[in-house]
């Protein structure tokens, strides 16, 4: 067990290292809801599914605890996914104030924030899910920070393939045209109103050597109103 959960985390590391060089890319997956399959292997987030409909599906996520990296200003998604997970990395391989390993769980998610930088910059947060045993007491480490969700719900696209950053924007636009007119994107633009920080988050789930049923994600995070029915 020891020595499949080091592959799967070097894996992973190969993977955000070496995904703007392979150029793969595979069609969108159809069937919303799906779980993804790294998440019966390793911890994940728990979530309930509210609704599913045409490309999207509904999620309310109770209260899941992040360690994550300061705002990173780049142009590209992949590498600042890349720069932030590798400080997460050594995080969780013990360079943190308690030297404390932590178990890889999925997925990494980057939330994409709305940004004035120069130079058509964007600013990302790269944050990797602390497992439950993990979650009272995070290890502090320099230039990391704990994020204490609240119960969020997100809106959710699935694509397949390895993220690029060219994919990113087209699926976050698809997600957007398929909860168009639905209480679901009225509450989405809402709390972009009402200042919800994300312009929209993607989640990574596979190791670079898992061809086939490659699982990503495009999240819309978004706070339920009074009024708002959710079933």
Known sequence: MAATMITWKVSLVLSLLSVSSLGVRSDTLGNAGAVPPTCMRIECPSYEVIQVGN????????????????????????????????????????KNNYKQKIEMTGPVITEVLSSDGPFCESSFVVSFYVPKENQENPPPAKGLQVQRWKTVYAAVRQFGGFVKDYDVGEEAALLKASIAGTKWGDAVEKSKSAGHPSVYTVAQYNSPFEYDNRVNEIWFLFDIENGVQTM
Do not use: C, H, K
């Not at 360690?67 to 997970?85: H, K, M, Y």
């Open 55 to 94: 490309g999207y599906e509904i999620r309310r996520y109770n209260s899941p605890v992040w360690i994550s990296n300061t705002p990173i200003q780049d142009i590209s998604l992949v590498e600042a996914t890349r720069t932030g997970f590798l400080r997460l990395f050594d995080y969780i391989q013990g």
